[in-house]
């Protein structure tokens, strides 16, 4: 098993780290605040001093990152990986971020010798946890194959799919949140529907589940709007982010997007109303709001 760097160590990178330990590899990890680092080191990994120090050390690199700023600070930025890369390395960049930027960076990473993959993922901190992430991926088949038991560490073998050249696996991650944000909006619309009709929303769901409209987002997070369990695993203010990158890829293309620009706005009222840290099936509220329920 070789080392393997990891850059990111937040709500999911952490886990996807420990699991890349639990599965034998070796890890070098390095993050903004030192005590998620510190975490990891007991639990055996290395410590590394910068993104230049992790490139320096592991010729396979995962970055876990919020935004695509991000991830070009820790590429391209002073004591960034690409100013210490070594030839034939491996980047996986398994952020969500734009497609176009991820098309930029694989070819500078390309040019100083090594290959980069975008390989967005879903399934929440639960999945990071279990190690049973859904992992989109974009980039060359070749590398793709040789990477792909680091990928199946952190994820389920089955979802792990090299879904077509560079920014294939970012395009693929926007059309992901353009489906779980619109069916996440219209379970919240019946949910509401119910519970102003005087109908139990639970036995709602329970009836949907057994049929055609049964789904995973009616499932999971059905389930926390029932509750009103929003404790994050999964942020607002990131999934805000991703319906960014989601109108921006959009308009780039000329696609229509009727359905997703209506959810876009929902997004940012859950943002303007404050509830950024929220777990992002906290749109409900929004719902709910406008419904004039609690």
Same mark, same amino acid.
């Given at each position: 098993m070789h080392t393997i760097g990891f850059i990111g160590l937040g709500?999911?990178?952490?886990?996807?780290?420990?699991?890349?330990?639990?599965?034998?590899?070796?890890?070098?990890?390095h993050n903004r605040s030192r005590a998620a680092v510190d975490e990891l080191?007991?639990?055996?990994?290395?410590?590394?001093?910068?993104?230049?120090?992790v490139a320096r050390r592991a010729q396979t690199i995962v970055t876990m990152l919020p935004d695509g700023p991000d991830v070009e600070q820790v590429?391209? #930025?002073?004591?960034? +990986?690409?100013?210490?890369?070594?030839?034939? =390395? $491996?980047?996986?960049?398994?952020?969500?971020?734009?497609?176009?930027?991820?098309q930029r960076l694989a070819a500078r990473a390309h040019e100083l010798g090594g290959s980069m993959l975008d390989a967005p993922v879903s399934g929440g901190e639960i999945g990071a946890v279990n190690a049973t992430l859904s992992i989109m991926v974009g980039g060359d088949e070749d590398t793709f194959a040789a990477v792909k038991p680091v990928l199946d560490a952190m994820g389920n073998p089955e979802r792990v799919l090299r879904v077509g050249g560079s920014g294939a696996g970012q395009l693929c991650k926007v059309c992901?949140?353009?489906?779980?944000? #619109?069916?996440?909006? +219209?379970?919240?619309?019946?949910?509401?529907? =119910? $519970?102003?009709?005087?109908?139990?929303?639970?036995?709602?769901?329970?009836?949907?589940?057994?049929?055609f409209a049964s789904s995973r987002v009616l499932d999971v997070h059905g389930e926390r709007i029932l509750k009103r369990n929003y404790t994050p695993g999964f942020r607002s203010k990131l999934y805000a982010k991703d319906y960014r990158i989601a109108a921006e890829t959009l308009r780039e293309h000329g696609a229509p997007s009727p359905v997703t620009s209506v959810?876009?706005?929902?997004?940012?009222?859950?943002i303007?109303?404050?509830?950024?840290?929220?777990?992002?099936?906290a749109?409900?509220?929004?719902?709910?709001?406008?419904?004039?329920?609690?």
């Amino acid at each position: 098993m070789h080392t393997i760097g990891f850059i990111g160590l937040g709500l999911m990178g952490k886990p996807m780290a420990r699991n890349l330990l639990k599965r034998g590899y070796g890890v070098v990890a390095h993050n903004r605040s030192r005590a998620a680092v510190d975490e990891l080191v007991a639990a055996g990994a290395g410590a590394a001093s910068s993104p230049a120090d992790v490139a320096r050390r592991a010729q396979t690199i995962v970055t876990m990152l919020p935004d695509g700023p991000d991830v070009e600070q820790v590429l391209e #930025g002073s004591g960034g +990986v690409f100013s210490a890369m070594q030839r034939g =390395a $491996v980047i996986i960049d398994m952020s969500t971020i734009s497609p176009a930027i991820a098309q930029r960076l694989a070819a500078r990473a390309h040019e100083l010798g090594g290959s980069m993959l975008d390989a967005p993922v879903s399934g929440g901190e639960i999945g990071a946890v279990n190690a049973t992430l859904s992992i989109m991926v974009g980039g060359d088949e070749d590398t793709f194959a040789a990477v792909k038991p680091v990928l199946d560490a952190m994820g389920n073998p089955e979802r792990v799919l090299r879904v077509g050249g560079s920014g294939a696996g970012q395009l693929c991650k926007v059309c992901n949140q353009m489906v779980i944000g #619109g069916t996440l909006s +219209v379970v919240a619309e019946a949910f509401a529907l =119910a $519970v102003k009709a005087g109908v139990d929303p639970a036995l709602v769901r329970e009836a949907l589940l057994g049929g055609f409209a049964s789904s995973r987002v009616l499932d999971v997070h059905g389930e926390r709007i029932l509750k009103r369990n929003y404790t994050p695993g999964f942020r607002s203010k990131l999934y805000a982010k991703d319906y960014r990158i989601a109108a921006e890829t959009l308009r780039e293309h000329g696609a229509p997007s009727p359905v997703t620009s209506v959810v876009h706005d929902l997004v940012n009222r859950l943002i303007d109303s404050g509830r950024g840290e929220e777990d992002y099936s906290a749109l409900a509220k929004v719902i709910f709001d406008m419904a004039g329920l609690e």
